[in-house]
Antibody, heavy 122, light 107 residues
Framework: QVQLQESGPGLVKPAETLSLTCTVS??????????WTWIRQPPGKGLEWIGY???????NYNPSLKSRVTMSIDTSKNQFSLKLSSVTAADTAVYYC??????????????WGQGTGVTVSS | AIQMTQSPSSLSASIGDRVTITCRTS??????LGWYQQKPGKAPKLLIY???TLQSGVPSRFSGSGFGTDFTLTISSLQPEDFATYYC?????????FGGGTKVEIK
């Protein structure tokens, strides 16, 4: 079954850019109907949808983060990535990558990475 | 953005109890709602999509219902492995939004 694995620095300095990559195995990021998504969870809090990137490269971001977020996809490496600029302590969270299937009638996050903790601190 | 109101935020229950969690949305979302279970230190796990369709491999003691703005997740007979936090997610419109979570604890 599909597996997702996040990777990237666990510590980022304030005002710098957080960069994470999600590597997909046993599945293809080029598949139609799947939206490759980032979700985060601050310590002790709930889940926040950050946005998605589609195989075509099209993206959709949460308006609350839109000015700072960039997502991209590399079909040759079967990876997709997240960049979040100008980070502050409020961006400290566990970041999950996930696959969202959006083929009616199924809309759901069916596979998730294990999550990677990112701390913003000097 | 569609606001999600999930209740209760926490509950205590015993093994074998019937547990009900509700989620209300600020506007109608048809049946585009999912339920996810999260255990400490783990990624969320899909339980139900389309408000009432059980994901493959999920025990039948879990069920979901609702349409429009009011939704319910029911665990018919709580098992030890069900102690976790549960989240609803509206999958109808962007930005996708989650409920605040319901932590199910052992009584």
């Amino acid at each position: 079954q599909v597996q997702l694995q996040e990777s990237g620095p666990g510590l980022v300095k304030p005002a710098e850019t957080l960069s994470l990559t999600c590597t997909v195995s046993d599945g293809s990021v080029s598949s139609i109907g799947y939206y490759w998504t980032w979700i985060r969870q601050p310590p002790g809090k709930g889940l926040e949808w950050i946005g998605y990137v589609y195989h075509s490269g099209s993206t959709n971001y949460n308006p609350s983060l839109k000015s700072r977020v960039t997502m991209s996809i590399d079909t040759s490496k079967n990876q997709f990535s997240l960049k979040l600029s100008s980070v502050t302590a409020a961006d400290t969270a566990v970041y999950y990558c996930a696959r969202r299937i959006a083929v009616r009638p199924v809309y759901a996050f069916d596979f998730w990475g294990q999550g990677t903790g990112v701390t913003v601190s000097s | 953005a569609i606001q999600m109101t999930q209740s209760p935020s926490s509950l205590s229950a015993s093994i074998g109890d019937r547990v009900t969690i509700t989620c209300r949305t600020s506007q109608g979302i048809r049946d585009d709602l999912g339920w996810y279970q999260q255990k400490p230190g783990k990624a969320p796990k899909l339980l139900i999509y389309g408000a009432s369709t059980l994901q493959s491999g999920v025990p039948s003691r879990f069920s979901g219902s609702g349409f429009g703005t009011d939704f319910t997740l029911t665990i018919s007979s709580l098992q030890p492995e069900d102690f976790a936090t549960y989240y609803c997610l509206q999958d109808y419109d962007y930005p996708l939004t989650f409920g605040g979570g319901t932590k199910v604890e052992i009584k």
